[in-house]
């Protein structure tokens, strides 16, 4: 692990995002087993919420995928890596709250959850899976509009 990843792990636990990753994925009888960089990789989550195939909790990554598949697309394990460093610049929990507003953001100007979430453009929307249908975004010109001649 780089200083900058093992900061991470120890930050995320001392803000106890990490240790209520554990608790869920234990109440939640996933399979616990050690990831890269510092990560927990969780597998075979089951419960209804969160909809996603995977979501982050501190360093806790939780996937529905089995034990074995779980972790294995590098893509979106850097996608939910990224949460995992968000949890811990935002001192832990208050990332759940926070990204709760900026979902609730996205649904108010996109009509999705993601499209205008700041951590998940952060994160990286297409390594989570999600659709850019944000079209004021897209295609909008450099500038403020006004044509040089």
Known sequence: MTPAQRLRQLA???NLSTPLGLVVAVASRTTVSRGPRGLLIAAGYRWKLPHAGAFTLGNVILYRAPHGMAGSNAVLLGHEE??????????????????GIAAGWSMLRSG?????????????????GYIDTDHHRRDKPAGNGIEAS
């Open 12 to 14: 995320n636990v001392a």
């Open 82 to 99: 990224r949460h995992s460093t968000q949890y811990a610049y935002c001192l832990g929990l208050p990332f759940l709250a926070l990204y």
């Open 112 to 128: 999705n959850p993601a499209s205008n979430n700041f951590f998940e453009r952060q994160a990286g929307l297409a390594a989570g």
